[in-house]
């Protein structure tokens, strides 16, 4: 094995599976947010303004592809702890107030 090429880590490697799950739960709810609110609903102005342009599925589909390039490169030179923060801040930021706002329709 080279020096350049990283030794694989099993954290390293669920942390980026937890990112790509996350990215796709917080897609998914805002989707389903989006299409029952209402596109103003989404609190992130650059999001919004993507979903103007794109559709609420490009957008969403550009915006998460993105995130996961980003973490594929953060993976890729083995910043896994940033990722890691990342997945939870995510969780937190995203995923947890559209798991809010959701249920509280029921």
């Not at 805002?30 to 992130?44: C, K, L, M």
Request: charged share 10%; hydrophobic share 55%.
């Amino acid at each position: 094995m080279s020096s350049s090429l990283r030794q694989r880590s099993l954290f390293g490697d669920c942390i980026f599976l937890a990112f790509i799950i996350v990215q796709f739960l917080d897609g998914a709810l805002t989707y389903f947010g989006v299409r029952t609110f209402g596109a103003g609903i989404e609190a992130n102005p650059i999001v919004g303004w993507y979903m103007a342009v794109l559709g609420v599925g490009g957008a969403l589909i550009a915006t998460k592809g993105l995130a996961v390039l980003c973490a594929a490169l953060l993976h890729r030179f083995s910043r896994h702890q940033v990722l890691g923060v990342l997945t939870v801040v995510y969780l937190a930021a995203a995923v947890r107030p559209w798991v809010n706002l959701l249920t509280l329709m029921n």
